[in-house]
């Protein structure tokens, strides 16, 4: 498959889980992937060199405005000016709301809503001079409410809105912008969750699947590949949407 040849994809938070596959799945595609994490994601970019595909990784922290754009800079630079960004980047502090610390609030918002904003920004710099651009953030199955998640929720539910609105901006210039809310994925970010309530990993997907109708949780592939869809070409008139993957669960 050769969808996205020709085409510069920057991914966020591609170290592991749903960003690793996302780049993998877009790199089979045929496009020019930019892995970005906070540590260097060799692993997702060595996986991708041995498949016979293009990637390069770079250190990012989305956090910080100054830093990524000097990133966007880079990768204009070296692979070209982003058709596609998946901002995927995302961390858990989970607590109950009586209890929940203001650094843990500011963390959690500042990577998973502020960080797409930053990206965001410097990605549509470039999207809009070539009048193509295809976003896709990561919501979350949590932005309806989760227990101990008032953070993460919060945030979340900050992507769809944020979603709607940069549809409605950007669309003039051919750049669609949609999310994907994710339910239970067998990610390290879900193993830790497990732990944060006194169950193994295993324990926690029996539990999770249990009440899914397709009986299972889903995996990190099965997420890239909706994200691959929407940032393709067939999903051309597709924009302002928040797609939840979550195997029916309600």
Not at 170 to 184: C, E, F, K, S
Request: glycine share 10%.
């Amino acid at each position: 498959m050769n969808g996205f040849t020709d085409r510069t994809a920057v991914v966020t938070g591609a170290a592991q889980g749903i960003g690793a596959a996302t780049a993998v799945r877009l790199a089979a595609e045929g496009a020019r992937v930019a892995v970005l994490d906070r540590e260097p994601p060799k692993d997702t970019v060595e996986q991708i060199v041995a498949a016979g595909g293009q990637a390069t990784a770079y250190v990012c922290d989305v956090t910080d405005r100054a830093t990524v754009r000097e990133v966007f800079a880079t990768i204009a630079q070296e692979l070209g000016g982003p058709h596609i960004l998946v901002n995927n980047a995302g961390i858990t502090r989970d607590d109950l709301f009586f209890r929940l610390s203001e650094d843990d609030w500011e963390s959690v918002l500042s990577v998973n809503l502020t960080g797409v904003f930053h990206c965001t920004q410097a990605a549509q710099k470039y999207m809009v001079a070539q009048r193509y651009g295809r976003i896709v953030s990561l919501s979350s199955r949590s932005a309806l409410g989760n227990r101990g998640q008032a953070n993460y929720a919060a945030a979340k539910a900050g992507i769809q809105g944020l979603t709607a609105t940069l549809a409605l901006e950007l669309g003039a210039y051919d750049i669609t912008v949609n999310a994907v809310a994710p339910g239970y994925i067998a990610t390290a970010m879900t193993a830790a969750t497990a732990e944060r309530v006194g169950m193994s990993a295993d324990e926690h997907r029996e539990s999770a699947a249990a009440r899914t109708p397709l009986g299972r949780v889903g995996r990190p592939e099965e997420v890239a590949a909706v994200i691959a869809f929407l940032t393709s070409d067939d999903a051309s008139y597709v924009s302002g949407q928040t797609l939840y993957v979550n195997g029916g669960a309600r």
